[in-house]
């Protein structure tokens, strides 16, 4: 459903431009200059916009912040969303099948994460994932140089050892996910801040 304020803005240039054309077409039916009568519809323009706008669009300054948010946290939704058609498609050349399935699993659960933190505790839905956003694009290289290794173990010192450390990474991240979901079920939105913060000092270290 399109919100009244929403719709503000589009109605509030089309009074304008009503406005603009009405009095330009009046004022050179009356031979006023070119020049004129286009700063006369332009002034005109500006107030009818700005009047329309202020009556249609009747949100008090909580409503427009909170709007505000809720479009920067959707783009940082659509971001990390992004981020995980990446992964999938980095984890469709792992070889390990338990490796492959835990980070398809990863990306099912960083889905759900998000689609709860929207549904019971909107406030930290940007936080969360500007958060995600950040670790994620780690991940992507843990990953990348996984597979790399994996490929072509020969060009890399004790590759199984790197191997290794590549899956730790990707299993730690995996119950991140798990525990934070768990708490955010429970309503324990404390306990989830705190593993936001965890997880915010915590660093994906490249397999080098």
């Known amino acids: 459903?399109?919100?009244?304020?929403?719709?503000?803005?589009?109605?509030?240039?089309?009074g304008g431009v009503a406005v603009f054309g009405a009095t330009f077409l009046v004022l050179r039916s009356a031979n006023w200059s070119l020049v004129i009568s286009l700063l006369v519809a332009s002034v005109l323009f500006l107030l009818a916009?700005?009047?329309?706008?202020?009556?249609?669009?009747t949100r008090s300054t909580r409503q427009v912040e909170?709007?505000?948010?809720?479009?920067?946290?959707?783009?940082?939704?659509?971001?990390?969303?992004k981020q995980?058609?990446?992964i999938r498609r980095h984890a469709a050349t792992i070889v390990a099948p338990q490796t492959k399935q835990l980070i398809e699993q990863e990306c099912a659960d960083t889905e759900v994460l998000i689609t709860r933190i929207r549904e019971r505790n909107s406030?930290?839905?940007?936080?969360?994932?500007?958060?995600?956003?950040?670790?994620i694009a780690n991940l992507v290289v843990v990953i990348d140089q996984y597979v790399d290794i994996q490929q072509h173990p020969r060009y890399f010192d004790a590759p199984d050892e790197k191997?290794?450390?590549?899956?730790?990474?990707?299993?730690?991240?995996?119950?991140?996910?798990?525990?934070?979901i768990k708490l955010v079920e429970r309503g324990d939105t404390l306990g989830y801040d705190v593993a936001l913060k965890m997880l915010e000092a915590t660093k994906y270290s490249a397999l080098t």
């Open 123 to 135: 406030n930290a839905l940007l936080s969360t994932a500007t958060i995600l956003q950040g670790h």
């Open 1 to 14: 459903m399109i919100k009244r304020g929403q719709l503000a803005v589009p109605v509030a240039l089309l």
């Open 66 to 81: 909170f709007d505000v948010y809720s479009a920067e946290a959707e783009l940082k939704v659509r971001a990390v969303l």
């Open 163 to 180: 191997l290794r450390q590549g899956e730790a990474a990707i299993a730690g991240f995996a119950d991140f996910l798990v525990k934070s």
């Open 84 to 86: 995980l058609s990446e």
């Open 49 to 57: 916009a700005t009047g329309v706008w202020l009556m249609v669009d």
